[in-house]
């Protein structure tokens, strides 16, 4: 296969692929086939490969959302309340509907986190980075290093489907 760019030959690569996330950051999601280009670099996924992607960002985002803390959740009707509008123009908000209010099911009712909808109060969009890192690792497969400066902890995990992965936060947090 030939570059788009700059028309040069590619090479077939299978690996991890980093990719940015708005909600959780920074992720490297295994296993993609990817296409390099030998001369300027530039890097090429097929259609399969986009939609491994974004099929695996989207279950990491939504497994983020909901870990978020269920104490803050409110109904449609008190969403509409804290924006002042009626709940029906609260449903048929197109942003809303687009996903700029996180939300979750509780049973089969859809309700909305009230920090989310304060964000969209105040900005238009309640979307906001979800940092916390859950380790589905037996904790005997992490080990610890102390970096050089005391404030900061670096854990490396080694999993069986990404080679390595190292993520560093201060020891206060």
Not at 67 to 88: H, T, V, Y
Not at 126 to 131: E, K, N, Q, T, V
Request: charged share 25%; proline share 3%.
């Amino acid at each position: 296969m030939n570059c788009s760019l700059c028309n040069a030959e590619t090479t077939r690569k299978t690996g991890d692929h980093l990719c940015e996330s708005n909600i959780i950051g920074d992720v490297l999601v295994p296993l993609v086939e990817v296409e390099t280009c030998s001369s300027c670099g530039a890097l090429q996924l097929s259609t399969e490969s986009e939609r491994k992607v974004a099929d695996y960002l989207k279950m990491l985002e939504k497994n983020a959302i909901i870990s978020l803390p269920a104490d803050n959740l409110i109904s449609a009707g008190q969403a509409a309340g804290i924006l002042g509008i009626s709940k029906q123009a609260f449903s048929k908000n197109p942003k809303i509907k687009k996903g700029f209010v996180y939300f979750t099911y509780v049973g089969t009712k859809k309700v909305y986190f009230r920090s989310s909808v304060e964000l969209f109060k105040r900005s238009g969009d309640g979307r906001f980075p979800i940092i916390q890192w859950r380790s589905s690792v037996p904790s005997d497969r992490i080990s610890h290093h102390a970096a050089n400066d005391d404030f900061w902890q670096q854990v490396s995990c080694q999993t069986d489907k990404a080679d390595c992965a190292v993520f560093t936060w201060s020891k206060s947090l």
